[in-house]
């Protein structure tokens, strides 16, 4: 998981370099605060992968696959309704909460930190999808696996930032985030599926119950 981190982390400093270099210095004082801010509403959908991970470690260990499977399923419909929230918060108290944390600043601060936590509380869905996978990966023993997704979204952000941030100016670096969740989220959803495959279609538990009648049965059987 360090390395996981220490990938992720890398990513993000090049991406606040992206920032940085931009003619106007306000898009970086707008963007700086607006992260703060957009982790907030995003430490809720990471507190939501932490649950999965708990969740999936226990059915994994009591070998409860078709359990784990629908606990996934349910969680990602569970997850469009906290995403909604999310977005909702992050989009509606963009402006109030960048006034309250710099007060005084150029109205033109408060725009574009409306404009960058509306970019990113639109694919908020994308980041819930990457938390949930990638601590469901973990649960079930593939940690190593997970670095995948961190080198994934790295490359999808050094390639904006020296692409589309260069292109199109702080519209360009904005969509940094997003498309690197969507590219760790795809990630993690198509090894966590080649996993899953090699997981039995019968639980355990199911499978000794079902031993457990046969056996119980066999008695009979032979007196008639």
Same mark, same amino acid.
């Given at each position: 998981m360090a390395i996981q981190f220490v990938i992720t982390a890398s990513g993000c400093?090049?991406?606040?370099?992206?920032?940085?270099?931009? =003619?106007? =210095? $306000?898009?970086?004082?707008?963007?700086?605060?607006?992260?703060?801010?957009?982790?907030?509403?995003?430490?809720?959908? $990471?507190?939501?992968?932490?649950?999965?991970?708990? !969740?999936?470690?226990?059915?994994?260990?009591?070998?409860? !696959?078709?359990? *784990?499977?629908?606990? *996934?399923?349910?969680?990602? *419909?569970?997850? *469009?309704?906290?995403?909604?929230f999310s977005s909702i918060g992050a989009i509606t108290l963009a402006t109030p909460l960048t006034r309250l944390l710099l007060p005084g600043a150029p109205d033109i601060v408060y725009t574009y930190s409306q404009q960058y936590l509306t970019i990113q509380g639109i694919c908020y869905y994308f980041l819930f999808a990457l938390f949930l996978f990638r601590q469901a990966l973990q649960a079930v023993g593939k940690s190593s696996l997970t670095v995948l997704g961190g080198i994934v979204e790295l490359?999808?952000?050094?390639?904006?930032?020296?692409?589309?941030?260069?292109?199109?100016?702080f519209d360009g670096a904005c969509i940094s985030n997003p498309l690197a969740w969507l590219g760790g989220a795809l990630c993690f959803i198509f090894l966590f599926i080649a996993v899953a495959k090699k997981f039995p279609h019968a639980d355990y538990n199911e499978k000794v119950s079902a031993e457990k009648n046969a056996q119980a049965d066999t008695p009979n059987t032979i007196e008639a």
């Open positions: 400093m090049i991406q606040q370099r992206a920032f940085n270099v931009l =003619p106007d =210095p $306000n898009y970086a004082m707008a963007q700086g605060t607006a992260g703060k801010i957009d982790n907030i509403f995003g430490m809720v959908l $990471n507190g939501c992968g932490v649950a999965m991970a708990t !969740y999936a470690g226990q059915n994994f260990g009591a070998k409860n !696959y078709n359990r *784990l499977r629908q606990g *996934l399923k349910a969680g990602l *419909l569970v997850g *469009l309704i906290y995403t909604a490359v999808l952000r050094v390639f904006v930032c020296f692409t589309f941030a260069i292109w199109f100016g």
